[in-house]
């Protein structure tokens, strides 16, 4: 089993900065990719960024490149999402996700293990 909790949501203002972390405990093996998903109110989850353990191999959704950058800290088990420039269209539940096997990052049933989510609001 994989537990992950997020932690950093809250209400900024456009054009502010956010980041989000993602604490993950249990079986290793079980953790060969992270990612981050959100789910705006009325819409589907959609993926956000992902990066891999071993080799810090990262993938960004288009709406999200050149502002998000997911890191990870594999010393403490964290995986971080920061957040710049954010637009109210970013304001969704975020999620952080452990996946146990290559490829599929963008596909959210690709993934094994979910944490509980954190809200993020950007006022206009």
């Known amino acids: 089993q994989v537990q992950l909790v997020e932690s950093g949501g809250g209400l900024v203002q456009a054009g502010d900065s956010l980041r989000l972390s993602c604490a993950a405990s249990g079986r290793a093996v079980s953790r060969y990719a992270m990612g981050w998903f959100r789910q705006a109110p009325g819409k589907e989850r959609e993926f956000v960024a992902a990066i891999i353990w071993s080799v810090g191999t990262t993938y960004y959704a288009d709406s999200v490149k050149g502002r998000f950058t997911i890191s990870s800290d594999n010393a403490k088990n964290t995986v971080s999402l920061q957040m710049n420039s954010l637009k109210p269209e970013d304001t969704a539940v975020y999620y952080c996700?452990?996946?146990?096997?290559?490829?599929?990052?963008?596909?959210?049933?690709?993934?094994?293990?979910w944490g509980q989510g954190t809200q993020v609001t950007v006022s206009s």
């Open positions: 996700a452990a996946k146990s096997s290559s490829g599929n990052y963008y596909r959210a049933d690709s993934y094994d293990y």
